[in-house]
Structure formats: structure tokens, C-alpha cells
């Protein structure tokens, strides 16, 4: 019976894959989920499950770093990566024997890595090898090729963000968002037609944008320059920035007023 490993910081995102991966391959055991590096590399070292599903960031220790280690392992399992950054990354793995999943996995596209796992362990079994290490090799290869001659695929720069939609993970292009929002624990995602929820500081959720293309302009709120109307002021002096696609008006604090003295 086939044996797989969940490593991912975001417990909606290990519940997400169990729940489509049980559709998907029910003879599939998750035997253990993990929620930093660390553990991840303890529980596999324990276990050795036949599948790995790692994120590429999480706390303590990345995804790749994780896997660099494994190579070293007495039982390799067959690594798939899952994360939120560059579909150029995914275009380059489709061609290689592990898989790498942009989140939230569509189910149609896990299916083909369900396939092509199942693939990979049936070649295992017929001919008696453990494929895994050569193939972990071949894909830290590919990555390391990869980060040296294009590092705009390396994670940083966010081009898709995972947010929470009512019950529903949905994964938007950074191009849609119009204004991120601070709000308690969670950060807001507006687009023209929804708002959704990620658990993202807005600190780090900065440190990934492009500082052309966003601007701050309160400590709780980002905002796209595209998609900029204009200023006006309210009956108490302050300025409030219009969007063209939303209704409302957002504050703009003083820190953040320097940005707008040509309008």
C-alpha cells in the first residue's frame, strides 16, 4: 500500500490535499502531516513514506532545502513540491518524473500527478529499484539550473495569491488584486467582484509585491496603482483615494500623503 507525507504550514492546505487525494487515490495512506521542515524531515526519517508532498515555504527549514537532505536518506520517497509561486517553475517539472503543484491544485491537474506517482511506484516494484533518489536528484538539478539562469522563478516575488473564499481556496492572480486590507489575524484580498482572506502578515505579504506596481498607503492598506481613480478630501481635511473598479474610498495617512502631491 502506497504511504505519503504532507508537509505544509497552512492546515487548510494539508486538509485540502488529504480530502482530494482520498477521491482521487483511496488506496493512498496518509500517514503523517507535518507543519514545518523540521518535522517534516523527522516524520520521514521515522516513517518513510513513499510520497512526500512538500510546500516550498514553510518555517524552520524550505521545501527545497528539506529535500537537498533526503537525498542522503535510506528510504527516498518520490517528492512532489507545492507552492503558491512561479508557473514558470511548473511548465519546467511537467518534464520531469516528480511532479510540482501550483496551489490549490485543480483536481484534474492532481489527477495527472496521481498518475503519474502511481507510475513511478509501479516501475519501482517490477523491477525491484528504488527510483526515488535518482529521480530527487535530477529534480534538484533541474531547480538549482533553474535559480542560476532565471531567478525570477525562485520564490520572492508573488504572482498568485492563495486565499480563502468561504469554504473555497481560491488561488488569485496577482494582476486581479485591486487592495489588500489588514484586518485582526487575516489580510484582506480585494478584486473587482469578490474579497477573500489570506493569513498572511502584511509585512511579508510587501516584502513579495512590486513596489512600482503597489503602493502602501496606511499601515493596514496596500493598494495597485492601476487601479488608482484619484484623491479627494472628506470634511475633516484628510485625503481618500478613489478606485475605479471598487465603491469605497480608503484612507490615506499622512506618512503616505508624498505619493500623491501631483494629484
Known sequence: MPTALIADDEV???????????????????IAEAYNGADALRRINELSPSIAFLDIRMPGMSGLELASQLQAAKAVPLVVFVTAYHQYAVDAFEREAVDYLLKP????????????????????????????ADVLARLMSVMTSMTATNPATTPGRLDWIRAAHGNDIRLISIDEVIYFEANDKYVSVFTTTHESLIRMPLRELLDGLDSSRFWQIHRGTIVAVKHIAGTTRDFRGRTLLKLKERPEELLVSRAYLHLFKQM
Open 105 to 132: 491544485p485543480t483536481r484534474e491537474r492532481l489527477d495527472r500527478c496521481v498518475e503519474k506517482l502511481k507510475r513511478q511506484l509501479a516501475a519501482a516494484d517490477a523491477d525491484g529499484t528504488a527510483p526515488a
Open 12 to 30: 487548510t492546505l494539508v486538509h485540502f490535499l488529504k480530502a482530494e487525494l482520498a477521491v482521487l487515490w483511496p488506496e493512498l495512506k496518509i
